[in-house]
T-cell receptor, first 116, second 109 residues
Framework: SQTIHQWPATLVQPVGSPLSLECTVEGTSNPNLYWYRQAAGRGLQLLFYSVGIGQISSEVPQNLSASRPQDRQFILSSKKLLLSDSGFYLC???????????????FGPGTRLTVT | QKEVEQNSGPLSVPEGAIASLNCTYSDRGSQSFFWYRQYSGKSPELIMSIYSNGDKEDGRFTAQLNKASQYVSLLIRDSQPSDSATYLCAPRETDKLIFGTGTRLQVFP
């Protein structure tokens, strides 16, 4: 069965510090991978998605970046955090060859980031 | 800008009742639709997917889709206090899901 991991679970970082969040998926190959952010009391905002190694699509211009160095690894980074970067960061995966079905997305446990 | 509209709630129903959650979407090209449940402080959990017009039942859950009206709903029968959560509607757009802001459901004993 497939499993998705995210770490760390919680993180408190000062403004201006760098960020690296990691997500890995087990039990599948060539998944589509997604990074979302959920601000307190708000909906899910899609930040980045990737349909393959080295292929990153950015949904919202911001001071964050994403990379996919391996098939089942997705990394979210920032060089300098802002207060507005605080939130619940969620990684998700979906299966299917060449973007086909199944289209269901499955979420990891999330990382709760507080920028102080 | 593709939009997904959900009533934020809270929708309060007594235990044992039917909870009805509704969602409208703007993209007429959407062909796949998903319902997620999110408990407070937790990540979303997929509970239903529906691809064709009509009803799809899975246990106590029934998803209903009307593409002509751009409307999708989720019915929860015999609601339990453990169903208290936020329910997110998500139509698919190519490789992405477009999430609504969710409806908060409260089931009281």
């Amino acid at each position: 069965s497939q499993t998705i991991h995210q770490w760390p679970a919680t993180l408190v970082q000062p403004v201006g510090s760098p960020l690296s969040l990691e997500c890995t998926v087990e039990g599948t190959s060539n998944p589509n991978l997604y990074w979302y952010r959920q601000a307190a009391g708000r909906g899910l905002q899609l930040l980045f998605y990737s349909v393959g190694i080295g292929q990153i699509s950015s949904e919202v211009p911001q001071n964050l970046s994403a990379s996919r160095p391996q098939d089942r690894q997705f990394i979210l980074s920032s060089k300098k955090l802002l207060l507005s970067d605080s939130g619940f960061y969620l990684c998700a995966w979906s299966g299917g060859l060449a973007g086909g079905p199944p289209y269901e997305q499955y979420f990891g446990p999330g990382t709760r980031l507080t920028v102080t | 800008q593709k939009e997904v509209e959900q009533n934020s709630g809270p929708l309060s129903v007594p235990e044992g009742a039917i909870a009805s959650l509704n969602c409208t979407y703007s993209d007429r090209g959407s062909q796949s639709f998903f319902w997620y449940r999110q408990y407070s402080g937790k990540s979303p959990e997929l509970i239903m997917s529906i691809y064709s017009n009509g009803d799809k039942e899975d246990g106590r859950f029934t998803a209903q889709l009307n593409k002509a009206s751009q409307y999708v709903s989720l019915l929860i029968r015999d609601s339990q206090p453990s169903d208290s959560a936020t329910y997110l509607c998500a139509p698919r757009e190519t490789d992405k899901l477009i999430f609504g802001t969710g409806t908060r459901l409260q089931v009281f004993p």
